[in-house]
């Protein structure tokens, strides 16, 4: 089964921006969401699988849904709660919050009801289409095909060379937090944080890739100009975060 992906009417014209909300916020609202997703399912202990599909539904609730019309944080909470049906580690209400309001650094106090209600209004709006394809599993399994699944790649961070592996896995974690997941289908973002790798940023340095007789991503149905697009909303994310950091603001 395939992911459901945004229309183009979706992307170029949300729910929030026809009730006026700027894009920025929009989007500065949902990529903090989903990292608070990510942290409250680390302090959970939460598989991967069960934060990624909780900040992909998170996503695609905003295409149908206005951040004007429903309480941002509620559906973080909801969605992480219905995620955790999904793959069957299920989680007490009650702890769930406890974890947010640590997380926000305050008390919400009993919003259960909200939560519940606003976990139904998800299913409801996004016409009970919750299956979540995640890219994880294709990722390794390309790296597999082309001989560098136990490939390391050098660090400009630390003196010790990287798996290959586990930063295309952290890119893919990161991506999460850019619409990507309702825009794009799983092997395309899977191949892009291969393709991450191959280029050389304040992290890491380049892996070489082969790009003859033909370029390594025409294997996997992908086309550069794609792996671009996916990797600039990444890349994106990224000098977001460290303008804010050197600003002293944190989202």
Known sequence: MLNRLASDEQVLCTPSRRDGVPAETEDSACASSCLRIQQAGVILQLPQVAMATAQVLFRRFWFVASIQRFNVRTVSVSTLLLASKIVEVPLRIRELLHVFDYLDGRCAGDVRDAVLTAEMQVLKRLGFHVHVELPYALMINYLQTMGMLYATIA???????????????????????????????????????????????????????????????????????ELRVVGSHIMRLYATSAALSQSGVHP
Do not use: G, M
């Open 155 to 225: 660090s400009k961070q630390a003196p010790n060379r990287v798996k290959c592996v586990q930063v295309a896995w952290n890119y893919l974690n990161d991506a999460l937090q850019t619409p990507v997941y309702c825009l794009f289908p799983v092997h395309t973002i899977a191949c892009t944080s291969i393709y991450l790798l191959t280029l050389e940023n304040a992290w890491y340095e380049a892996l070489a890739l082969p790009l003859e007789p033909r370029p390594w991503w025409e294997l996997f149905d992908t086309t550069q100009p």
